[in-house]
């Protein structure tokens, strides 16, 4: 495998930043307080930004600023694109991640040594797409998630940018993302980072016409949603079929999440390019400590089944987050912990 592939981690705030890197990220992507498409993540602020920029670096890690909102007329009201890309540029920020061709075509013109990357908002599914955003610039496209494993070794051998594809985290009921059914349900714009994940709310099934007569699945009831996505088991193939990118979903998720998660992905990973015996049921249980909704692995693998949208049972942790190390002191052997969940005498506790 002569392609050193990129593991991509989510960071929802300068803390998450900082665990994910050390935990092994070669890059995170993160939101600024403007274009962002989170709105419910602890966004970066401008001095954040530079903090965060300037960690990762020092640790030779990368780190890309999401401008991916569908972006309306007071976005560019609030916030100055062209003073607000040439920070970005001047504290040495990796690229852009985008879905306006608008914002995209004037970073290409104004701040020429910030790279563009293309969003999984566009859509993207074929080689054609793919290389027509690259004749514009684009120096990496971010895969649909409809996209399946065949086709992306088709699309690598035809491309003339990396890709990059999502391997772990929430699915979408909608195609790429966008979804209405927040801004119906409770008046929140899921493509303006407002999601409020309406498709995993429990809804009762009923028999078309028999509205007396329930179906339920074994939890008791019915998600729009898909499982979440865990390709542990395709990491090797995505590898070998030359992607350039693996992208870990979740900036709204816990440190302990990120932790886990990375750690996985990272010990996988490396594992691989080492040649390594793999023992996928390790890792998928290593998974199961930072999941608590069920996984599948989505469209990778092709057409979807019932396997991939119908829950067995109902949503629970396999482990509790219970707290933060500071630090630790090797003369006293002393770990300094912020306490962050209950604990008590007898429970085994794993640090890591």
């Given at each position: ?13 300068i ?39 300037d ?23 609030e ?5 607000y890309?040439?920070?970005l ?65 088709t ?19 909608s ?40 179906l ?113 002191d ?23």
């Amino acid at each position: 495998m002569k392609n050193r592939i990129e593991l991509l981690a989510p960071a929802g705030s300068i803390e998450k930043l900082k665990i994910a890197v050390m935990y092994g990220a070669d890059a995170v992507y993160i939101g600024g307080k403007f274009f962002s498409l989170r709105a419910r993540a602890n966004n970066f602020t401008l001095d954040d930004l530079k903090e965060g920029v300037d960690f990762a670096h020092q640790h030779k890690a990368r780190v890309y600023v999401t401008m991916n909102v569908a972006a309306r007329e007071e976005d560019f009201n609030e916030c100055d694109l062209e003073e607000y890309l040439k920070y970005l540029q001047s504290i040495h920020v990796d690229g852009i991640i985008v879905s306006s061709m608008y914002i995209a075509s004037f970073a290409l013109n104004h701040t020429p040594n910030l790279e563009v990357h293309l969003s999984t908002q566009a859509s993207i599914t074929n080689s054609d797409s793919v290389n027509y955003y690259a004749d514009l610039g684009i120096k990496r496209v971010v895969l649909a998630r409809e996209v399946n494993l065949e086709q992306i070794k088709t699309l690598t051998k035809k491309v003339k940018v990396g890709l990059e594809v999502f391997i772990h985290g929430g699915m979408c009921s909608s195609f790429s993302g966008r979804c209405m059914l927040s801004n119906y349900y409770v008046n929140r714009d899921a493509n303006r980072g407002g999601c409020a994940h309406s498709c995993r709310w429990n809804y009762d099934l009923y028999k078309k016409g028999i509205f007396k007569e329930k179906l339920v699945n074994k939890g008791g009831y019915f998600n729009i949603a898909s499982k979440d996505l865990c390709a542990v088991t395709l990491i090797k193939d995505l590898i070998e079929a030359g992607v350039e990118s693996l992208k870990i979903e979740g900036r709204m998720k816990s440190e302990y999440y990120i932790a886990t998660v990375v750690r996985c992905y990272r010990k996988l990973i490396d594992a691989i390019y080492n040649n390594e015996d793999i023992d996928y049921n390790y890792y998928l249980e290593e998974i199961k400590k930072a999941e608590n909704r069920e996984t599948s692995t989505g469209f990778l693998k092709g057409d979807v089944t019932l396997t991939e949208q119908l829950y067995d049972s109902n949503d629970h942790p396999t482990k509790e987050f219970v707290g933060y190390v500071l630090g630790y002191d090797e003369d006293s052997k002393t770990a300094t912990i912020e306490q962050r969940n209950n604990f008590k005498v007898g429970d085994m506790l794993e640090f890591f």
